[in-house]
T-cell receptor
Framework: SQELEQSPQSLIVQEGKNLTINCTSSKTLYGLYWYKQKYGEGLIFLMMLQKGGEEKSHEKITAKLDEKKQQSSLHITASQPSHAGIYLC??????????FGTGTSLTVIP | KAGVTQTPRYLIKTRGQQVTLSCSPISGHRSVSWYQQTPGQGLQFLFE???????NKGNFPGRFSGRQFSNSRSEMNVSTLELGDSALYLCASSSQDRAGYTFGSGTRLTVV
């Protein structure tokens, strides 16, 4: 089965600081999704990366995909309390199943 | 357009009972996937339906079943509930090409 390992597992940062979350796959990536989840709520789609080297940005969040390393990174610039939550990466495999990463809990201290 | 709608939002059931959860996908989406989220196991894939057919299934016991109707709405059923079934159940819909998955807010099931 495909495994997506995220690091760090949790992160506490001061408001205004930059941070990076990594997602590493044990198998070839066929697209990589990033989601954000507030505790006990559904997932909010952030962005999807399909091609190696692809980089996408939305507001202060930037994600990159490195196909060779089978890795994606999510970078938040000038973090705000509204960025707090659990960040999950997800990917599909050739078996048409969708897997999620282990999750990264982000706390932003005002 | 309306998002993915899951009902009910919260549910409390007793061990041994059965439960049915509902998911209405985004209009035009024909694929519906179900996931279970628990603190210990994280998010796990249950199954996916496409055009009323189960297209894929995760590693869950037969007590977990689902179906999809002609209007793409999907239901998930759990029979003989166990305490360990307490979880947040999420469904997601996607278009045929799986270009993106949109999730509902989830149903929080508590088994007592």
């Amino acid at each position: 089965s495909q495994e997506l390992e995220q690091s760090p597992q949790s992160l506490i940062v001061q408001e205004g600081k930059n941070l990076t979350i990594n997602c590493t796959s044990s198998k070839t990536l066929y697209g990589l999704y990033w989601y954000k989840q507030k505790y006990g709520e559904g997932l909010i789609f952030l962005m999807m990366l399909q091609k190696g080297g692809e980089e996408k940005s939305h507001e202060k969040i930037t994600a990159k995909l490195d196909e060779k390393k089978q890795q994606s990174s999510l970078h938040i610039t000038a973090s705000q309390p509204s960025h707090a939550g659990i960040y999950l990466c997800g990917a599909g495999n050739t078996g048409n199943q969708f897997y999620f990463g282990t999750g990264t809990s982000l706390t932003v201290i005002p | 357009k309306a998002g993915v709608t899951q009902t009910p939002r919260y549910l409390i059931k007793t061990r041994g009972q059965q439960v049915t959860l509902s998911c209405s996908p985004i209009s035009g989406h024909r694929s519906v996937s179900w996931y279970q989220q628990t603190p210990g196991q994280g998010l796990q894939f249950l199954f996916e339906y496409f055009s009323e057919t189960q297209r894929n299934k995760g590693n869950f016991p037969g007590r977990f079943s689902g179906r999809q109707f002609s209007n793409s709405r999907s239901e998930m059923n759990v029979s003989t509930l166990e305490l360990g079934d307490s979880a947040l159940y999420l469904c997601a819909s996607s278009s045929q090409d799986r270009a993106g998955y949109t999730f509902g807010s989830g149903t929080r099931l508590t088994v007592v």
